[in-house]
């Protein structure tokens, strides 16, 4: 095994195990099942060893489009530090959450196809971390969007399944739109899309500043579709329409990072571009805000922690706009990865134990019924909310530094976000695991198979400890800001918000039968989503109606109404079809048939 | 002259295969094995073709009206190979999901043969005026297929389509004519190469009306707009095999001749009339994908669809660089292998169900997986996924598109750079690029309306896809797949015949 040919078994072997399942899955559950770990169980073991390895030999890439200097595209790989941490999270969590599903789908239907899907997305997922160039990136980035379509539409029988999977494509499909557009014109100033090529190119680059900016925005429109960043955040919650594993490895851990791993890629070409990485931070701060808010009154399991999400990422692209280097945001990518991934494992376990009831007022009580299920939550818990020394508490707390420091607004903000996140999240603890058991299903629920408590379990372990100094220093090197620097408020403020959305949570939902609190803007998500359905049906459904409309009977009538350019042709074409009979047809054919042949044979 | 070209068989095939049918034999076998036979006789030929080779290969030629310059010339490069694969495949696959009525069933056979040899002579055609009546032999049958076999209105959708198409052809020849005599008197002939020759010499002067003749011509050929309102009505009229060999194939011709023809011979006239042709492709891009949106019923809406994808292929011709025209012409062969996989698919649910309807359908993939299956990989090869050809085709008429024309290729973009001002080649690159989200609502939706959410009764018991309309559909989507792995090896197909002057 060598450092050349490892990154292409890691990135080849899921896709090999989706065409095998796509074949011959069918014939038994076992062998798909089986099939999709290897290949995850693979990548996860050489992902390991490849991070350990220091010296690394020189990337092969493949040709896959070639105009010569103006325009080549490769299909290669890219083994730095940073794709080697992005392997380990992709593949570690992986098979985790590959294991898990084996337990969590064993009664459901299209048990191969999910596997399938599963494996395409994973094959997708690595091809975006170890891409070496944008359109390579794109690529795979369109790939992993039809995967969460597929796997958002798992029980494509349901309309709510159906409609999700639909808008999760479709509204990153707007995303992708301004993505290509940016590497179109990144391409266009430096004739090159390999990232070593911009990178290099770039910080010379003598055009216009605002070119660049232009550029860079469009790029991270990318980011804000894939990554569910307002205004383009309303798929992710809708999203949980798929099955939980789904969630909790696509829609939590991994895919939805993507678009912060491709903003920390091409960090170098937004540090020469200040104005755009200010508008970056813009949209990350206050995603991570008007998220947080949203979580705190929805009252399903998994939309909580859809929003909890969004909120989280929203941290992380906070991250690439203030602080001076990527590994911050890359640190809490990490760190995320593990909490939520968690939680949502949690999540899925309680769902189960619950017969798919996801409204949690219909729960109650559940902290004797699924005990394991519960310890693993609250690890998840602590760490998505700050408290001290988890593993959130450290990577969430450096952004936070760095965003009072460059752009204190935005740096309060997160801060009081982060008390949010504590209160959202106690609230959905109290109000599942505490309190009376609020229907049939939660007094009979039950604790899940070892399949799927031992990920959980082996998860909760990096989710409270990962953050720790002597363990994150062996993936990040970090930039702390100078402690004389930050204001000597904020970390006691961060105490006092953690501390205050916890007790806040607890003193509210402890026994609590129903919601005590009601503030429907947030319930109703700040009626963004009712603003893009009017906008949707009104605006582009009317107008498009109107134009069909004008298609059929203006443009058409405007057209054939040229009667003096089109006299003959009618007459033409009334000759030609007046004759009317079968006989005639046939005659012309033969006629025709005739006189071609004639002409071909006489020389 | 020279020795019989081996591409007269591929014409010669399909005609022979009709007059059989003609004589009585069994219509459907003899189609059938005709077809396949000239797929292989082309993948064969294929492997004779030298394609580090400029120019045509395989030529003959024979005299017909020698005074007029007017000569049965055969030849193929690289781009009429790919066409001519495409030709013999979408006939193959088209032959295969036929049903047509069992009591005329022979006239139904013999008219896609024709079609299929019409549009084999079109393409292997290296004379021009040769190109043009092969292309008019395989119009006819398309008219008869409709107005006969078709459904719904289907006489007001032939007559239309009629009126439009022999217009257009009409202005066509005039332009052809017009090229013919913009040849310096004595040295006048249809002969493509002897045309380019002149070209490159400076010995045919850039005519900007007989360019917009030709523009025109081959344009409403092609539904380019505002000349498209044909199309929709008569894809959804025609009888599956029909849409099949005219949206896939047919169609392609007018702007295989756009390439072929104008490129060449006419630049500084494409230049000087860009702005003209760049709004029409927003036209057929923006306005006409909002109008795909709004359609209610599938084949309509496929319709709709084909024009819109038409607007790229414009695109890529228009900024008249190696990368564009490359990508315009791959995308020929990736739409028309979509569009004749969704027209088939959209065949058999019409077969299965009898309705189009979006709101009459729904579910329907839990009572068909197969036909859900190949209808989800048709709809991602149609919205551009990354894996199947289009993407690459479309991938390469953005990157083209937005360099603008060759003269200025580099020097433009970097002076976009310094003051930030694109051109207006790049404006409709945007609204292009636009068109990748337009696809995926109304191609997504679709699929949710047709094969998602709760299955109702009535369709419980519809018959999945088996037998040979499931044998083309394979294999169609594996033509598409591999190329869109490997569109590298279309590259090196096509670009030394696009890199003539």
């Not at chain 1, 062996?474 to 916890?502: C, E, K, N, R």
Request: aromatic residues 14%; glycine residues 8%.
């Amino acid at each position: 095994m060598s450092t050349q040919t490892a990154p292409w078994i890691i990135l080849f072997s899921p896709l090999a195990a989706a065409v095998l399942i796509f074949l011959i899955g069918r014939f038994s559950k076992t062998l798909s099942a089986g099939l999709a770990i290897l290949s995850a169980a693979t990548g996860c073991f050489l992902s390991w060893w490849l991070f350990r390895q220091t010296e690394v030999a020189p990337q092969l890439s493949l040709e896959w489009l070639n105009f010569g200097p103006e325009l080549t595209i490769t299909i290669g790989i890219t083994l730095d530090h940073l794709s080697k941490v992005m392997l380990l999270v992709v593949t570690t969590i992986s098979t985790l959450v590959f294991i898990y599903s084996t337990g969590y789908m064993r009664d459901e239907e299209g048990y191969t196809r999910f596997f399938a899907g599963l494996s395409l997305f994973l094959f997708s997922m690595l091809g975006i971390v170890l891409a070496d160039n944008f359109v390579m990136m794109f690529i795979f980035w369109e790939l992993v969007g039809v995967s969460s379509y597929i796997l958002i539409g798992h029980y494509y029988s349901k309309d709510s399944a159906a409609d999700a999977g639909k808008q999760a494509f479709i509204v990153n499909r707007i995303g992708d739109f301004g993505f290509m557009l940016g590497i179109l014109l990144l391409w266009s100033a430096t004739g090159t899309v390999a990232f070593s090529g911009l990178l290099s190119a770039i910080p010379g680059f003598e055009g216009a500043p605002v070119y660049l900016t232009v550029a860079c925005v469009l790029v991270f429109m990318g980011t804000v579709g894939k990554s569910a960043q307002m205004p383009l955040h309303v798929w992710l919650p809708n999203s949980m329409e798929g099955p939980t594993p789904v969630s909790s490895l696509l829609h939590a851990a991994t895919m939805v990072a993507a678009g912060v791993y491709m903003l920390a890629r091409i960090f170098p070409i937004l540090e020469v571009v200040p104005d755009a990485r200010e508008i970056i931070a813009w949209v990350g701060g206050i995603t991570c805000f008007c998220a947080a808010l949203m979580a705190t009154q929805q009252n399903d399991i998994k939309r909580i922690l859809a929003y909890s999400t969004i909120s989280q990422l929203g941290y992380m692209v906070l991250g690439i706009g203030v602080a001076p280097t990527s590994s911050e945001a890359m640190f809490h990518l990490f760190t995320h990865a593990c909490f939520k991934c968690l939680l949502f494992l949690a999540a899925g376990s309680v769902m189960i134990a619950m017969h798919h009831e996801t409204d949690m007022w219909h729960m109650g009580g559940l902290r004797k019924k699924t005990p394991v299920t519960m310890i693993c939550f609250i690890a998840g818990m602590l760490a998505l909310s700050g408290c001290p020394f988890t593993s959130g508490y450290f990577s969430k707390d450096l952004i936070i530094e760095w965003a009072v420091l460059k752009i204190p607004f935005l740096g309060w903000l997160a801060a009081a976000a982060a008390g949010l996140t504590a209160f959202y999240i106690f609230r959905e603890f109290f109000v599942v695991f505490f309190g009376k058991a609020r229907s049939e299903h939660a007094e009979h629920a039950h604790e899940q198979p070892v399949s799927m408590l031992v990920p959980m379990l082996i998860l909760a372990v990096p989710a409270l400890f990962a953050g720790l100094p002597m363990i994150q220093e062996h993936f990040f090197t970090l930039s702390h800001p100078d402690a004389h620097a930050v204001p000597h408020l904020l970390h006691p403020f961060l105490y006092a918000m953690f501390f205050g959305g916890a007790g806040l949570a607890a003193l509210l939902y402890f026994k609590a039968e129903k919601d005590p609190v009601s503030i429907p803007l947030f319930a109703n998500r700040l009626y963004i989503d009712d603003v893009y359905f009017w906008f949707v049906n009104k605006i582009q459904g009317g107008g498009s109606i109107v134009l069909s409309w004008a298609d059929r009977w203006v443009v058409d009538l405007v057209i054939v109404q040229v009667p003096s350019k089109l006299t003959w042709a009618c007459g033409f074409a009334l000759r030609f079809l007046q004759i009317g009979s079968i006989q005639a047809y046939a005659f012309f054919f033969g006629a025709g048939v005739v006189g071609l042949l004639y002409i071909m044979l006489s020389k | 002259m020279s020795t019989v070209s081996p591409l007269l068989f591929l014409i010669l095939i399909p005609l022979v295969a009709a007059v059989l049918v003609m004589l009585g034999g069994k219509s459907r076998t003899v189609s059938l094995f005709a077809s396949a036979s000239n797929l292989i006789l082309l993948l064969v030929l294929a492997t004779k073709f030298r394609p580090s080779e400029a120019g045509f290969q395989f030529v003959s030629s024979f005299p017909v009206v020698p005074q007029l310059g007017i000569n049965f010339i055969l030849g193929a490069d690289g781009l009429s190979f790919v066409m001519l694969f495409l030709s013999t495949a979408v006939t193959l696959a088209a032959v295969a999901v036929a049903r047509p009525p069992v009591e005329n069933d022979r006239w139904f056979y013999i008219s896609l043969l024709m079609i299929s040899a019409g549009v084999i002579g079109a393409f292997a055609s290296v004379d021009v005026f040769l190109f043009y009546m092969f292309h008019e032999l395989a119009l006819i049958p398309t008219f008869l297929l409709i107005g006969i076999w078709g459904s719904g209105d289907r006489q007001a959708a032939a007559w239309k389509a009629t009126i439009y198409l022999a217009t257009g052809s009409f202005v066509l020849l005039l332009g052809l004519i017009g090229l013919y005599l913009l040849q310096p008197l004595g040295d006048r002939s249809f002969d493509l190469r002897h045309i380019i020759q002149l070209a490159e010499t400076g010995l045919i002067p850039d005519n900007p009306i007989v360019y917009l003749l030709l523009l025109f011509g081959f344009g409403t050929l092609v539904s380019l707009f505002p000349f498209h309102t044909w199309a929709p009505q008569a894809y959804a009229s025609a009888p599956a095999p029909a849409a099949m060999l005219h949206a896939g194939v047919l169609k392609k011709f007018g702007l295989y001749g756009l390439i072929r023809i104008c490129a060449p011979v006419f630049p500084e006239s494409i230049q000087a009339l860009l702005p003209l042709l760049l709004v029409l492709i927003v036209g057929n891009i923006l306005y006409v994908g909002y109008v795909t949106i709004a359609q209610r019923k599938l084949d309509t809406m496929l319709g709709y669809s084909s024009v819109m994808h038409m607007g790229y292929i414009f695109l890529g011709f228009a900024a008249l660089n190696v990368v564009s025209l490359t990508g315009a012409s791959l995308m020929l062969l990736s739409h028309g292998l979509t569009v004749a996989l969704l027209f088939a698919l959209c065949g058999e649910i019409r077969e299965r169900t009898g309705t189009l309807e979006f709101s009459e359908l729904g579910g329907i993939a839990r009572a068909t997986p197969r036909l859900g299956l190949a209808f989800g990989f048709a709809a991602m090869a149609s919205v551009g996924l990354p894996g199947f050809i289009g993407f690459a085709s479309e991938l390469m008429v953005f990157f083209g598109a937005f360099v603008g024309q060759p003269t200025e290729m580099r020097g433009q973009t970097a002076a976009a750079a310094e003051v930030f001002r694109f051109n207006s080649i790049q404006i409709v690159t945007i609204c292009a690029v636009w068109g990748i989200v337009i696809s995926a609502i109304y191609m997504l939706r679709a699929y949710r309306k047709i094969f998602m959410g709760p299955l109702p009764e009535r369709w419980s018991r519809l018959p999945d896809l088996a037998g040979l309309p499931r044998v083309a559909v394979v294999l169609l989507i594996g033509v598409m797949l591999f190329y869109g792995f490997f569109p590298q090896l279309l590259v090196n197909l096509v670009t030394p015949a696009l890199l003539q002057p």
